[in-house]
C-alpha cells in the first residue's frame, strides 16, 4: 500500500496530466487508463509485491510461463540486500521465488521457450557476454560465451578481439537460437539447439542488411512462414530478414525499438525507449502508442526516483510481453526499476 505522503503526490502528478482518464480500483486509488477502443487498458504502475531485501535494478526482461507466472529480469540496485536478478511472481502479484545472483549487473535479455513438455529460460548477459540457456529454477543447461568461430570476431591487427556483449535472443521452429550483439559489434550469431554455431551476419551500419545495435530480436510466424525480426535501434528502425540472414524490408512507425511480444490474435507489442509502447496489427501498422512522453527529457528521467515518474506515461519501456488474457507487462530501462501492468479494460 502507498503512504499518505506517496499517494498525495501521485494524485497531485496525476492533476497535472490531462490527457489521462483514471479507473477507481477496489482501494479507491485510481489508476490511469491508456489507449482507447479494442486496446483500452489501466495503467499498474510497480506492479507485484517485491520482497524488502530486493531492490530492482534496471527493469530488463519480462516473460509469462504456461502457468501464468511472471518472470522479471533486472540488474540489482547497489542498495538491494539481495543480489538475485530473477524475480517470479503469480498472476495476482504475489511473489513466489528469486534467483540469478550471477547476472547481476549484466541481466538483459530474456526469453522463454517450450520444448516438448519442458519450458524453459533463455537468458543474455551484457557483463559477462554470455547466453544461458536454463530451467525456470535457474539451473544452467548450457552457456555460449565469445563467439571465436565467427571470422566477425577475430582479432584486429592490434591484437585486440572485437567487443561482444548479446543483448537478446530468438528461437526457431527447427530450434536454432539467434543472438543480437546488440551492445558489442552489432552482428547476428546464429546457433543450433545445442548451443553450436552457425553463421553470422549483419553487421555495424545502415544499409539493407546492416544493423546499428540489433537490441531486440524474435521470430515471426504470423504468415505462416518463419521471418527473423531485428529491433535496429540505432537505426531507429525494425528490419526483416529469412532465417538465412538475408535482409527482406524494413518496417516503419517506431522510434528506438528494443523488443517484440506477440499475442494470438496478431498483434504485436514493441516497447520503444523512447518513452513509449507501441501496439502494431497483423500486417505491421501501427495501432497505438501507449503512455508517450517522448517529448520529455526521459533521458534524465530516468535517473530519478519513482516519485518522479508520471502517472500513465512511461519513461524508457525496454521490454514488455503479453500475458494469456492479453493484459500488456512493462519492463522500463530507469535506476530504480519498474514493472507496469497494462490490464486490458
Not at 140 to 149: A, F, I, K, L, T
Not at 253 to 282: E, H, I, K, Q, S
Not at 291 to 319: A, I, M, Q
Request: glycine share 12%; net charge neutral; charged share 25%.
Amino acid at each position: 500500500m502507498r503512504s499518505d505522503q506517496t499517494r498525495r503526490r501521485f494524485l497531485q502528478a496525476a492533476a497535472a496530466a490531462p490527457a489521462i482518464l483514471y479507473a477507481d480500483d477496489k482501494a479507491g486509488s485510481k489508476r490511469p487508463i491508456l489507449g482507447s477502443g479494442e486496446h483500452t487498458y489501466e495503467a499498474w504502475h510497480d506492479w507485484g509485491e517485491l520482497p524488502r531485501d530486493i531492490q530492482y535494478g534496471n527493469t530488463h526482461g519480462v516473460v509469462e510461463d504456461s502457468q501464468g507466472r511472471i518472470y522479471i529480469h533486472h540488474t540489482v540496485n547497489a542498495a538491494s540486500e539481495s543480489s538475485d536478478s530473477m524475480v517470479v511472481f503469480d498472476e495476482k502479484g504475489k511473489f513466489i521465488k528469486s534467483w540469478g545472483k550471477e547476472f547481476k549487473g549484466g541481466a538483459h535479455g530474456l526469453h522463454i521457450q517450450k520444448e516438448g513438455s519442458t519450458e524453459f529460460l533463455y537468458l543474455c548477459d551484457t557483463k559477462r557476454g554470455v547466453v544461458v540457456k536454463a530451467t525456470l529454477d535457474g539451473e544452467e543447461v548450457w552457456s555460449v560465451g565469445y563467439p571465436d568461430q565467427s571470422e566477425g570476431y577475430k582479432p584486429g591487427a592490434d591484437g585486440k578481439k572485437p567487443k561482444y556483449s548479446p543483448t537478446n535472443l530468438a528461437i526457431a521452429p527447427n530450434g536454432d537460437i539467434y543472438v543480437g550483439d546488440g551492445y558489442g559489434s552489432s552482428f547476428i550469431n546464429q546457433y543450433n539447439h545445442k548451443g553450436e554455431y552457425v553463421r553470422t551476419f549483419g553487421g555495424k551500419g545502415k544499409e539493407p542488411g546492416k544493423v546499428d545495435c540489433p537490441h531486440g530480436i524474435s521470430v515471426d510466424m504470423r504468415g505462416g512462414q518463419p521471418i527473423l525480426t531485428v529491433a535496429d535501434r540505432a537505426n531507429n528502425r525494425i528490419q526483416r530478414f529469412t532465417l538465412e540472414g538475408k535482409h527482406i524490408d524494413f518496417i516503419g512507425g517506431t522510434n528506438l525499438p528494443c523488443y517484440f511480444d506477440y499475442f494470438r490474435n496478431g498483434d504485436v507489442v514493441v516497447p520503444d525507449l523512447g518513452a513509449r509502447v507501441t501496439l502494431m496489427d497483423r500486417n505491421n501498422q501501427v495501432i497505438a502508442n501507449l503512455g508517450d512522453d517522448s517529448s520529455t527529457e526521459w533521458r534524465e528521467t530516468r535517473k530519478l526516483t519513482r516519485d518522479r515518474f508520471t502517472p500513465g506515461k512511461f519513461v524508457c519501456p525496454h521490454g514488455a510481453c503479453f500475458d494469456h488474457s492479453g493484459n500488456i507487462f512493462v519492463v522500463e530501462w530507469v535506476e530504480v526499476g519498474r514493472v507496469t501492468k497494462l490490464r486490458k479494460v
